[in-house]
T-cell receptor, first 117, second 110 residues
Framework: SAVISQKPSRDICQRGTSLTIQCQVD?????MFWYRQQPGQSLTLIAT?????????ESGFVIDKFPISRPNLTFSTLTVSNMSPEDSSIYLC??????????????FGPGTRLTVT | EDQVTQSPEALRLQEGESSSLNCSYT??????LFWYRQDPGKGPEFLFT???AGEEKEKERLKATLTKKESFLHITAPKPEDSATYLC???????????FGSGTKLNVKP
């Protein structure tokens, strides 16, 4: 298993500004992911954070809007750039560890609640 | 199209009233099925991993089962503290491809 922390836990930001969310894992994980979750909705994958290389983005998400870094196996950041009210959401970081073979268990951070005014 | 569907969307139970939550999936190359519990304002909490049809896992009042098309999360004699949203996810196909269901919001009344 893995214990994941995120900073900040919440923030209120002005439109047009950027916010960087930090994700720290207590042990090395194979994969790290960033998700977005609207209230009452399920999780939408933004991107897979790759260690030492560019993140892999899902359809509808682009690097210019959501730049991601992963300098090592336990830390990643997600920046929400040039924010608009539509970016208001909960942003979740997860780390995935292998269970043997090709199955990976994901563990989630507590989330960052972002409100853009 | 690969997808995961959970039902019901919401479930209200009296304390002690046992029931089941359903997670049906249509994916190719299942690598694992996962259950999570999510409390309001928090990240999902990992509960179980199931790997193949016929497998069962238990934790306190929860028991997860898996068939080739669906998984059930059985809740026996639930308590109010079991109230939460329960999410199902599958890992399939590409090694880093996970599909999440929309969740079942469980409310257990004392």
């Amino acid at each position: 298993s893995a214990v994941i922390s995120q900073k900040p836990s919440r923030d209120i930001c002005q439109r047009g500004t950027s916010l960087t969310i930090q994700c720290q894992v207590d042990s090395q994980v194979t994969m790290m992911f960033w998700y977005r979750q609207q209230p009452g909705q399920s999780l939408t994958l933004i991107a897979t954070a790759n260690q030492g290389s560019e993140a892999t983005y899902e359809s509808g998400f682009v690097i210019d809007k959501f730049p991601i870094s992963r300098p090592n196996l336990t830390f990643s950041t997600l920046t929400v750039s040039n924010m608009s009210p539509e970016d208001s959401s909960i942003y979740l970081c997860s780390g995935a560890t292998g269970t043997g073979g090709t199955t990976y268990e994901q563990y989630f951070g507590p989330g960052t609640r972002l409100t853009v005014t | 199209e690969d997808q995961v569907t959970q039902s019901p969307e919401a479930l209200r139970l009296q304390e002690g009233e046992s029931s089941s939550l359903n997670c049906s999936y249509t994916v190719s190359g299942l690598r694992g099925l996962f259950w999570y519990r999510q409390d309001p304002g928090k990240g999902p909490e990992f509960l179980f991993t199931l790997y193949s049809a016929g497998e069962e896992k238990e934790k306190e009042r929860l028991k997860a089962t898996l068939t080739k098309k669906e998984s059930f999360l059985h809740i026996t004699a639930p308590k109010p503290e079991d109230s939460a949203t329960y999410l199902c996810a599958v890992q399939a196909g590409r090694i880093n491809k996970f599909y999440f269901g929309s969740g079942t919001k469980l409310n257990v009344k004392p």
